[in-house]
């Protein structure tokens, strides 16, 4: 694989394997506790006396540029697979030039020990601790896409003046931990009402930003580069780095908070099947039972941001020189670019600077239609909050999902169809199977062998505590 590529790889990598990154579970009626990173409100009127997860990790990786021949995913995975081809790059992978700018993202969430209670037939609150790492890469031109891929060897784009508007690498790591309180304010006759909330305690691990408005350059060769009038704005935590083997995160920005909120509204037209007498002239809701045909939900997750301040020589600079000569540049790690732009351009703002990074803040609604007892259809679009032009931020991948599911107390199967920000189709599969949940929404490359431009996977394992039925004396009474 070229060099250039190689380094943006890596950077990935280093993060290791988000709220949209459980697709198709998350809508569940049985998500429990991880039902909040898509909707606060889930946990009021659960399905759950309590739900503990204990542990798990999801990933997303996907851009809209390169892609992979699904073919190479297939078997068998011997030595002349394509995976040990070191001509791989250049037989089994595609360019798409289309004319847009190009992006890349990678969403990572490890989830910890965390827990929800019902309290109340109205009342739940649930305490939660994720750690979460995210690269965005952004804004890149085709032309610019096209000469990094090809490690700058594109001669018909050298010595001509070209352009890429919002050119931007991003990147944070940070621990959250979450309170959150989720009520039914509403729940007469056929409708029903309930909104929830999170507060979360942020404690940065790590943050970089290299951002670029407006990219003016001239490549005359591959090792000679004349940029015009360029403010480059860069900074990091005084703790990242991507060289080593050995990678360790200490906190090291300022604690702040982040909150997420949300509200869900369900029609139950039958809703007095659900009925039982639980004592003489008192009846109460099944708790076991989901009682809707229809569930529209809206939420708001992450707003906030986490301040840092600036490690090593990373500072704002400007640069307009001809001719750059960087046949010999060491760019293996991060003090290595701190050097080559506080050296080469002419700095602009002091030393010590503090920065914040926006969190990925998103926007969500979620649509729900029971179809027939256990089997549910899901519509839950999911638009991230961009702001292009912010250079101190992350953000989210917007997406449109379709899920078919099956939905039981202990066992659920959910088809995911996913339409992606990048124009990517995915489609894949999950299961829930009593304590143990994974899944992912790329199995295009198993199934069709088409293109594959991402991937991603989740995994939890819980112990969850359902609501039983009620004796079916009082069942009786009612029936």
Same mark, same amino acid.
């Given at each position: 694989m070229?060099?250039?590529?190689?380094?943006?790889?890596g950077?990935?990598?280093?993060?290791?394997?988000?709220?949209q990154?459980?697709?198709g579970?998350?809508?569940?009626?049985?998500?429990?506790?991880?039902g909040i990173?898509?909707q606060?409100?889930?946990?009021?009127?659960?399905r759950y006396r309590?739900?503990?997860?204990?542990?798990?990790t999801?990933?997303?990786?996907?851009?809209?540029?390169?892609?992979?021949?699904?073919?190479?995913f297939r078997?068998p995975y011997d030595?002349?697979?394509?995976?040990?081809?070191?001509d791989?790059?250049?037989k089994?992978?595609t360019?798409?030039?289309?004319?847009d700018?190009k992006?890349?993202?990678?969403g990572?969430?490890?989830?910890?020990p965390?827990?929800?209670?019902s309290?109340?037939?109205?009342?739940s609150?649930?305490?939660t601790?994720?750690?979460r790492?995210y690269?965005?890469?952004?804004g890149?031109?085709?032309?610019?896409?096209?000469?990094i891929?090809?490690?700058l060897?594109?001669?018909?784009?050298?010595?001509?003046?070209?352009?890429?508007?919002n050119?931007?690498?991003?990147?944070?790591?940070?621990?959250?931990?979450?309170?959150?309180?989720?009520?039914v304010?509403?729940?007469e006759g056929?409708?029903?009402?309930?909104?929830?909330?999170?507060v979360?305690l942020?404690q940065?691990l790590?943050?970089?930003?290299?951002?670029?408005?407006?990219?003016?350059?001239?490549?005359?060769?591959?090792?000679?580069?004349?940029?015009?009038?360029?403010?480059i704005?860069?900074?990091?935590?005084d703790?990242f780095?991507?060289s080593g083997?050995?990678?360790?995160y200490n906190?090291?920005g300022?604690?702040s908070?982040?909150?997420d909120?949300?509200g869900?509204?369900?029609?139950?037209?039958?809703?007095? *099947?659900?009925? &039982?007498?639980?004592?003489?002239?008192?009846? +109460?809701?099944? !708790?076991?039972? /989901?009682?809707? =045909?229809? %569930?529209v939900?809206?939420?708001?997750?992450d707003?906030?941001?986490?301040?840092?301040?600036k490690?090593?020589e990373?500072?704002?600079?400007?640069?307009?020189?001809?001719?750059?000569?960087?046949?010999?540049?060491?760019?293996?790690?991060v003090?290595?670019?701190?050097s080559i732009?506080?050296n080469?351009?002419?700095?602009?703002?002091?030393?010590?600077?503090?920065f914040?990074?926006?969190?990925?803040?998103?926007?969500?609604?979620?649509?729900?239609?029971r179809?027939? *007892?256990d089997? &549910?259809?899901?519509?839950?679009?999911?638009? +991230?909050?961009? !702001?292009?032009? /912010?250079?101190? =931020?992350? %953000?989210?991948?917007t997406?449109?999902?379709?899920?078919?599911?099956w939905d039981?107390k202990?066992?659920?199967?959910?088809?995911?169809?996913?339409?992606?920000?990048?124009?990517n189709?995915?489609y894949?599969a999950?299961?829930?199977?009593?304590?143990?949940?994974?899944?992912t929404?790329?199995l295009?490359?198993f199934?069709?062998?088409g293109?594959?431009?991402?991937?991603?996977?989740?995994f939890?394992?819980?112990?969850?505590?359902p609501?039983?039925?009620?004796?079916?004396?009082k069942?009786?009474?009612?029936e």
């Amino acid at each position: 694989m070229h060099r250039i590529t190689c380094l943006i790889v890596g950077l990935a990598c280093f993060f290791g394997a988000s709220a949209q990154n459980l697709v198709g579970y998350n809508a569940s009626n049985y998500a429990g506790v991880n039902g909040i990173e898509l909707q606060p409100a889930s946990i009021a009127d659960s399905r759950y006396r309590v739900d503990v997860n204990l542990g798990g990790t999801s990933f997303n990786v996907t851009n809209n540029y390169i892609s992979v021949s699904g073919d190479v995913f297939r078997g068998p995975y011997d030595s002349s697979h394509p995976f040990n081809d070191p001509d791989f790059f250049d037989k089994y992978t595609t360019r798409r030039n289309d004319g847009d700018p190009k992006s890349v993202y990678f969403g990572n969430t490890i989830t910890m020990p965390s827990a929800m209670v019902s309290l109340s037939p109205k009342h739940s609150v649930a305490f939660t601790w994720n750690v979460r790492n995210y690269l965005n890469i952004d804004g890149l031109s085709p032309e610019l896409a096209t000469l990094i891929s090809n490690e700058l060897d594109v001669q018909n784009l050298w010595n001509q003046r070209l352009s890429s508007q919002n050119v931007s690498v991003q990147s944070m790591s940070w621990a959250e931990y979450g309170v959150t309180y989720s009520r039914v304010l509403f729940n007469e006759g056929p409708l029903f009402f309930k909104a929830g909330g999170r507060v979360k305690l942020l404690q940065g691990l790590q943050a970089f930003y290299l951002y670029i408005n407006d990219l003016q350059y001239n490549f005359s060769s591959d090792t000679s580069l004349s940029l015009f009038q360029t403010d480059i704005s860069y900074g990091h935590s005084d703790n990242f780095d991507f060289s080593g083997d050995d990678i360790r995160y200490n906190f090291t920005g300022s604690a702040s908070f982040g909150f997420d909120f949300g509200g869900v509204f369900e029609w139950r037209p039958n809703h007095e *099947k659900y009925k &039982y007498e639980k004592a003489e002239d008192y009846y +109460a809701e099944r !708790r076991d039972q /989901n009682k809707y =045909k229809l %569930r529209v939900g809206f939420s708001v997750t992450d707003l906030g941001r986490i301040k840092y301040k600036k490690g090593g020589e990373s500072a704002n600079v400007r640069a307009n020189i001809s001719n750059w000569d960087f046949t010999d540049l060491d760019i293996t790690s991060v003090p290595s670019i701190d050097s080559i732009l506080a050296n080469t351009f002419v700095v602009t703002e002091e030393e010590g600077q503090e920065f914040g990074m926006a969190l990925p803040t998103a926007i969500s609604l979620q649509v729900d239609y029971r179809i027939w *007892k256990d089997f &549910y259809v899901n519509f839950t679009p999911f638009w +991230a909050v961009k !702001r292009e032009s /912010n250079e101190n =931020k992350i %953000r989210e991948l917007t997406q449109y999902n379709i899920t078919p599911r099956w939905d039981h107390k202990w066992f659920g199967v959910f088809v995911p169809f996913t339409y992606d920000e990048f124009e990517n189709l995915h489609y894949g599969a999950a299961l829930r199977l009593g304590a143990v949940v994974f899944g992912t929404r790329n199995l295009t490359p198993f199934v069709s062998g088409g293109d594959v431009f991402g991937a991603d996977f989740y995994f939890l394992t819980k112990v969850p505590i359902p609501y039983g039925a009620p004796s079916k004396r009082k069942r009786q009474q009612v029936e």
